[in-house]
């Protein structure tokens, strides 16, 4: 009885957040399906249908392939550095002693408090032709005329980098912290090298955080429009910026069938990630 009540008291409280959750995310979703099974005609625009034309032209068109590749190799690689830079300054956090350790989480949060947008266009003053990296190679001698930093795939990584390392930072930093600091030191007694000691017990044990991380700084990765827009330019190609393009062309259908690709695609990486790191952290 106790347990009921304890169910329904849960219920109650849950409930209307979930309510709200799915009026105003699945319902819009059910609609979007729905919308990409439709015809796109230029002059009607939106035709009323029960199609797969959408999915199989995304499919066959090298255009949209070229853009469907691209960003998952971009947001794996940003994961994948993201997940190598952040390790060691997570690591350094959760076993810091200083007083100092709160202006220091401080300072890895501060860059959520500005938008995407913003930090693109620093990065553009930074990486263009006379921003200050070019300057500062070219007053050195290392080069003679600007590099191209600038719409490239390059300036997307590195911008996607930024606005993702923090989210991976904190993810990592709050397992490492709950890490008994005793088991490094009892490896560490055992003879155990600090490159050993990190693979056969730090890291088995920081996994729940790494998985954490990944999966968030990917999803994030899969989904960035500001940063490919302004820092690749119109030539760089990638899925959310691709259905804006066509949200702007008023091809209904055809946006919604590459969101819904973006979206699967997304979820079906997500997932594969979570199953392979929990298979890791059983064994």
């Not at 399906?33 to 009607?44: A, M, W």
Request: glycine letters at 6%.
């Amino acid at each position: 009885m106790k347990q009921r009540s304890q169910l329904i008291s849960a219920a109650s409280l849950v409930g209307p957040a979930t309510f709200v959750t799915a009026l105003g995310v699945i319902v819009p979703l059910l609609f979007l399906l729905r919308y990409s099974f439709n015809e796109f005609d230029p002059r009607l625009l939106m035709v009323e249908a029960f199609t797969l034309e959408n999915y199989t032209v995304f499919f066959t068109d090298s255009y949209f392939l070229n853009a469907y590749y691209t960003t998952i190799r971009v947001a794996m690689i940003c994961t994948l550095i993201c997940l190598v830079f952040a390790f060691p300054l997570s690591y350094v956090l959760a076993r810091t002693q200083s007083r100092f350790k709160n202006l220091m989480i401080i300072g890895v949060v501060i860059p959520l408090f500005v938008g995407n947008a913003v930090r693109a266009a620093g990065w553009m003053s930074f990486m263009g032709n006379r921003g200050l990296l070019n300057v500062t190679l070219m007053k050195l001698g290392i080069t003679a005329e600007p590099i191209e930093f600038m719409y490239t795939e390059f300036a997307v990584i590195v911008g996607i980098i930024a606005v993702n390392l923090p989210y991976m930072v904190l993810s990592l930093q709050s397992v490492i912290e709950g890490i008994d600091r005793n088991v490094e030191e009892a490896a560490f007694s055992m003879g155990a090298r600090p490159l050993i000691m990190f693979r056969r017990v730090l890291l088995p044990l920081a996994l729940p955080g790494v998985a954490a991380g990944t999966i968030l700084t990917f999803i994030l990765a899969m989904n960035a429009y500001a940063t490919p827009v302004l820092l690749g330019g119109p030539s760089f190609r990638m899925m959310a910026p691709l259905v804006y393009g066509q949200f702007q062309l008023n091809n209904w259908p055809g946006a919604a069938a590459i969101a819904f690709i973006l979206m699967i695609t997304t979820l079906l990486l997500t997932i594969m990630v979570g199953v392979m790191t929990r298979q890791r952290f059983r064994t």
